[in-house]
T-cell receptor
Framework: AQKITQTQPGMFVQEKEAVTLDCTYDTSDQSYGLFWYKQPSSGEMIFLIY??????QNATEGRYSLNFQKARKSANLVISASQLGDSAMYFCAMRDYPLIYNQGGKLIFGQGTELSVKP | EPEVTQTPSHQVTQMGQEVILRCVPISNHLYFYWYRQILGQKVEFLVSFYNNEISEKSEIFDDQFSVERPDGSNFTLKIRSTKLEDSAMYFCASREGAQETQYFGPGTRLLVL
């Protein structure tokens, strides 16, 4: 069964510095997708970045980049130039590609990493 | 920018009561989902819905739960007889057919007393 592991329950980073949030995954599927979501204290889930298992380039979205190492089964999120507004819970998730097309592909989430940005 | 909306934002109910959580997915999306997050825990998949039927459900989604798309815009989750352990944040999400990303609504925080 697919599994996502985030080993850092909490992280601190100084404002304007870069930070890496770790994520490892376990799957026997060849085709899968990896996501990062941000959950601020207000509770909503905000999509940050996506990486497909066949994508050769690491995904980037503004200050967010995904360090995808397929052989190691890791998909770490890198946030450059941290801002105070980046303080939040961050979840790594994996979408399984369904064998049956209309199965929809649920997301499997990790436990999350709480990031605190210090001024 | 289109977004998923959910109502109500908060709901308090007595154990044994029925609740209906409502969602309006993004208009051109084809796949719909419900997830829940018990306080302090990770987000868990409940059910996915496509072409007016359930396409997948988790072991959490037992006979007390049901989903419906009563019209072209709303997507609802009903809990028939709430239990204390149903207290959680419930998220609706939707996905366009051709794209991978699921977009989440702001959630409904359900408290069962």
């Amino acid at each position: 069964a697919q599994k996502i592991t985030q080993t850092q329950p909490g992280m601190f980073v100084q404002e304007k510095e870069a930070v890496t949030l770790d994520c490892t995954y376990d799957t026997s599927d060849q085709s899968y997708g990896l996501f990062w979501y941000k959950q601020p204290s207000s509770g909503e889930m905000i999509f940050l970045i996506y990486q497909g298992s066949y994508d050769e380039q690491n995904a980037t979205e503004g200050r967010y980049s995904l360090n995808f190492q397929k052989a190691r089964k890791s998909a770490n999120l890198v946030i450059s130039a941290s801002q105070l507004g980046d303080s939040a819970m961050y979840f790594c998730a994996m979408r399984d590609y369904p064998l049956i097309y209309n199965q929809g592909g649920k997301l499997i989430f990790g436990q999350g990493t709480e990031l605190s940005v210090k001024p | 920018e289109p977004e998923v909306t959910q109502t109500p934002s908060h709901q308090v109910t007595q154990m044994g009561q029925e609740v209906i959580l409502r969602c309006v997915p993004i208009s051109n999306h084809l796949y719909f989902y419900w997830y829940r997050q018990i306080l302090g825990q990770k987000v868990e998949f409940l059910v996915s819905f496509y072409n007016n039927e359930i396409s997948e459900k988790s072991e959490i989604f037992d006979d007390q739960f049901s989903v419906e798309r009563p019209d072209g815009s709303n997507f609802t989750l009903k809990i028939r007889s709430t239990k204390l352990e149903d207290s959680a944040m419930y998220f609706c999400a939707s996905r366009e057919g051709a794209q991978e990303t699921q977009y989440f609504g702001p959630g409904t925080r359900l408290l069962v007393l």
